[in-house]
């Protein structure tokens, strides 16, 4: 176990809609986030990328300007910070993903490692919302890894299921990576894995040796054990207003530096120390 924990902050997500919940959509927005988030220790600011125009933050985007724009903002904020870059996309139109990673050379980038039916069911056994396919097929994987390796980018492999963290043994094993190996274990999806503390020594026997890993949890309360019990078996730390809007008492937080607050205490208890951000570049093998 490493004694020290690298900890990210996923600021803002593409779910939620900043006219509900208070999540950052501009570059000075996502650098005041940013940097409370800095100051209570993440190293790493994941980040998702929303149109700038009057009312339509809760879209997506991917204009390589407002990537750009956002890390800069960042960077200037939080001196040393790794960026961790968003790449998902559902269908065959994820050009322009690739281009961000491209032509802005993000140290990690997210490279969903599978498929995953992405559902969830109401109270009233209706649909949330209409049944999707988060489809990632080994083609489209591959494009992301190409592109990765073109930007001397470290792919984090986002793992939303049991066998989605075998497949990642399969890209090694067939040649479609040999870089640095980072796994994501993505804890809390209705339709994925639960947000269970007793997965994760299954999960620990899956992945492959000398791997960095962590756990992404969604969802309220019940997430919170699930990070004291990564930090105790050595993985790294993640969360942010993409994940989760409530500390383990049940309070509604209003900014992302209360969560990493709250994951720091987590890493603390299990007697690690929080990395700095030049030591989890030393630590991930980051190169840009």
Same mark, same amino acid.
């Given at each position: 176990m490493s004694d020290k924990t690298v900890i990210t902050c996923a600021l803002n997500g593409v779910l939620t809609d900043p006219r509900q919940h208070n999540v950052p959509v501009t570059p000075e927005e996502m650098a005041r986030e940013a940097r409370r988030a800095f100051e209570a220790g993440a190293s790493i600011m994941h980040i998702h990328l929303r149109q700038q125009a009057p009312g339509k933050g809760h879209l997506p985007s991917w204009d390589v300007a407002v990537s750009r724009e956002i890390q800069q903002a960042l960077r200037e904020t939080c001196p040393g910070v790794i960026i961790n870059h968003?790449?998902?996309?559902? &269908?065959? =139109?994820?050009?322009?993903? *690739?281009?961000?990673?491209?032509?802005?050379?993000?140290?990690?980038?997210?490279?969903?490692? @599978?498929?995953l039916n992405y559902l969830k069911v109401k109270a009233d056994n209706s649909w949330a919302w209409p049944p999707m396919m988060f489809d990632n097929s080994v083609e489209k994987i591959q494009d992301y890894l190409d592109a990765m390796k073109d930007a001397r980018t470290i792919p984090e492999f986002e793992c939303f299921d049991v066998g989605i963290v075998r497949c990642v043994g399969m890209y090694r094993q067939t040649g479609?990576?040999?870089?640095?190996?980072?796994?994501?274990?993505?804890?809390?999806?209705?339709?994925?894995?639960?947000?269970?503390?007793?997965?994760?020594?299954?999960?620990?026997?899956?992945?492959?040796?000398?791997?960095?890993?962590?756990?992404?949890?969604?969802?309220?309360?019940?997430?919170w054990p699930l990070h004291q019990r990564c930090?105790?078996? &050595?993985? =790294?730390?993640?969360?942010? *207003?993409?994940?989760?809007?409530?500390?383990?008492?049940?309070?509604?937080?209003?900014?992302? @530096?209360?969560?990493?607050?709250?994951?720091?205490?987590?890493?603390?208890?299990?007697?690690?120390?929080?990395?700095?951000?030049?030591?989890?570049?030393?630590?991930?093998?980051?190169?840009n």
């Open positions: 968003t790449s998902g996309v559902s &269908g065959p =139109h994820y050009q322009g993903a *690739l281009a961000c990673i491209r032509e802005t050379r993000p140290e990690i980038a997210a490279c969903n490692a @599978g498929s479609m990576y040999d870089g640095p190996l980072e796994y994501n274990f993505v804890m809390g999806v209705a339709s994925g894995m639960p947000a269970d503390p007793e997965l994760l020594s299954i999960l620990l026997k899956l992945k492959l040796p000398q791997a960095h890993w962590q756990v992404t949890a969604i969802g309220r309360t019940e997430i930090a105790e078996l &050595g993985g =790294h730390l993640r969360t942010g *207003l993409e994940d989760t809007f409530y500390l383990d008492d049940g309070t509604k937080v209003t900014s992302n @530096g209360q969560l990493i607050e709250a994951i720091a205490a987590c890493a603390r208890r299990a007697g690690r120390e929080i990395a700095t951000p030049a030591e989890a570049r030393q630590m991930f093998g980051t190169v």
